[in-house]
């Protein structure tokens, strides 16, 4: 039971270039999200998922793009990177099931946009 | 709007106690969570609130007034591995149940 996986852990990117994060969960949750973290401002919600075939948009959505194709993994892709993406991006996954500690955090994916 | 406000930072002394305040003003609350995160690490639960009062787990303690819109974390008996970030946050009660966090408290502890 690995939990919430990242794919990859670091990327430096050159302004215009494109990517993909992935993120993966092994817990069968319905819920997942996509974070970005800069000092100072805690974590902001980009997008999230609250089931397979399903997308929203969160507090900070321009730039990226999502898929939930599979339940397991949520992807967040930047079509044309800029520097201001520089970020710690963290997903989270949550079980419908409740209770109060079912957000499960991934170890992050550190970018650079150069 | 979403808004919450906790200190930047905060020291204090190994064996000591801390209390880190938080404030929030959110438009719908379901509830309120208290996250550690170590430097370079994602963020690990810590304690939830839904009704006002305290909770408490072994040395870390929460408290809630959904009235006053505030919330403390207390850390008692202080060790050098609680030398992290705090981050305070409020789920909301809208589609996604999403999350909404405070920019986080750095606390250092001291010999």
């Known amino acids: 039971n690995a939990g919430v996986t990242q794919t990859p852990k670091f990327r430096v990117l050159k302004t215009g270039q494109s990517m993909t994060l992935l993120c993966a969960q092994d817990?069968?949750?319905?819920?997942m999200y996509w974070y970005r973290q800069d000092p100072g401002m805690g974590l902001r919600l980009i997008h999230y998922?609250?089931?397979?075939?399903?997308?929203a948009k969160g507090e900070v959505p321009d730039g990226y793009n999502v898929s939930r194709l599979k339940k397991q993994n949520f992807l967040l892709g930047l079509e044309s990177a800029a520097p201001s993406q520089t970020s710690v991006y963290f997903c989270?996954?949550?079980?419908?099931?409740?209770?109060?500690?079912?957000?499960?955090f991934g170890p992050g994916t550190r970018l650079t946009v150069l | 709007g979403q808004n919450i406000d906790q200190p930047t930072e905060m020291t204090a002394t190994e064996g000591a106690i801390v209390q880190i305040n938080c404030t929030y003003q959110?438009?719908?609350?379901?509830?309120l969570f208290w996250y550690q995160q170590h430097a370079g690490e994602a963020p690990t639960f810590l304690s939830y609130?839904?009704?006002?009062g305290l909770e408490e787990k072994g040395r870390f303690s929460s408290f809630l007034s959904r009235s006053k819109g505030y919330s403390y974390l207390l850390l008692k008996e202080l060790q050098m591995k609680d030398s992290a970030s705090y981050l305070c946050?409020?789920?909301?009660?809208?589609?996604?149940?999403?999350?909404?966090f405070g920019p986080g408290t750095r606390l250092s502890v001291l010999p």
């Open positions: 989270a996954s949550r079980s419908l099931a409740g209770g109060p500690d079912t957000q499960y």
């Open positions: 817990m069968n949750h319905e819920y």
């Open positions: 998922s609250v089931g397979e075939g399903t997308t």
């Open positions: 959110t438009s719908g609350f379901n509830g």
């Open positions: 609130n839904v009704l006002d």
């Open positions: 946050a409020v789920i909301l009660r809208d589609y996604g149940q999403n999350f909404v």
